[in-house]
């Protein structure tokens, strides 16, 4: 912090306390504590039970987080592979075919997520290619909604790459292949890796969309979350959430220890 005194810094915690945490942390745990309770009677939720859990770890609802986490992974890694290539593309441009690629790839991200949902589904629905009904419709409108944080991501690490790292390699006679594959792409792993977790944590959450693609053997646990609060389970809605925030936590902490390695080699 750039406060040097102490009675400053408390000052600058306190502050942090009183609007930081009924914001952020407080929602969190009303659902947490929602998700252990039988009834709401009072401020908060009273009746300790675990009850909504042993239901939100089987049958529907398993199969449910098995199909965010297919989804989110299989968008993450398309979304990486697409926003990487398109800003080493980018990157090789002009400055206005990199305005272009920017307003290309920020256009899904512009609008909101249900334009692109009813975008995706009004193109796909016809031949040639024919995807509503199936579950590859879903993964596609995930990708195109992440696809966005993948570009800019790389794009601003790209901006900060020394290019004098990829002079030297070419200058000893490395191919720009070997340059790509040898130098640059490792020295962007750190910035690859946060751009795959902030790509999966994006998709793990999407409703609006999915909402208006998802066929009956394909539903993600957003939801399965949605369809439960609908219809009055708030307490299982809000194990099933918890579920959902525990499995994205997980995959972002194991994405995170990849980054810290990467940084360090």
């Known amino acids: 912090m ?8 408390w000052a600058v915690w306190a502050v942090f306390a009183v609007v930081c945490v009924p914001l952020f942390a407080l929602p969190l745990l009303v659902i947490a504590t929602a998700s252990l309770s039988t009834n709401w009677s009072g401020v908060l939720p009273s009746g300790p039970t ?41 990157a090789s441009l002009g400055r206005r075919g990199r305005r272009l690629m920017d307003a290309l790839f920020m256009l899904p991200v512009a609008v ?10 009004v193109a796909y629905s016809r031949p040639p290619v024919l995807l509503n009904g199936t579950r590859w419709i879903v993964m596609l409108a995930h990708t195109v909604l992440v ?41 962007l792993l750190p910035s690859l890796t946060a ?13 609006s969309a999915t909402m208006m693609l998802y066929p009956p053997d394909w539903m993600p646990l957003p939801v ?42």
């Open 2 to 9: 750039l406060v040097h005194t102490r009675k400053g810094r």
């Open 50 to 90: 675990g009850v909504h859990y042993a239901s939100a770890t089987r049958g529907e609802s398993l199969a449910a987080l098995s199909v965010s986490l297919q989804t989110a992974l299989l968008a993450s890694v398309a979304a990486l592979a697409v926003g990487t290539w398109a800003a080493l593309a980018a």
């Open 112 to 121: 909101p997520s249900v334009v692109v949902g009813l975008a995706v589904l």
């Open 147 to 187: 696809t966005a944080f993948a570009y800019q991501s790389v794009s601003a690490a790209l901006a900060r790459l020394d290019p004098a790292y990829a002079q030297a390699a070419a200058s000893l006679g490395a191919r720009p292949w070997y340059v790509l594959w040898r130098v640059k792409l490792p020295l």
């Open 195 to 207: 751009a795959a977790g902030l790509c999966f944590a994006l998709s793990m959450g999407e409703l």
């Open 224 to 265: 399965q979350i949605f369809a439960a609060t609908d219809r009055g389970s708030l307490f299982t809605g809000s194990a099933l959430a918890v579920v959902l925030m525990a499995a994205t936590s997980l995959v972002l902490l194991a994405v995170s220890r990849i980054r810290t390695k990467a940084s360090y080699r």
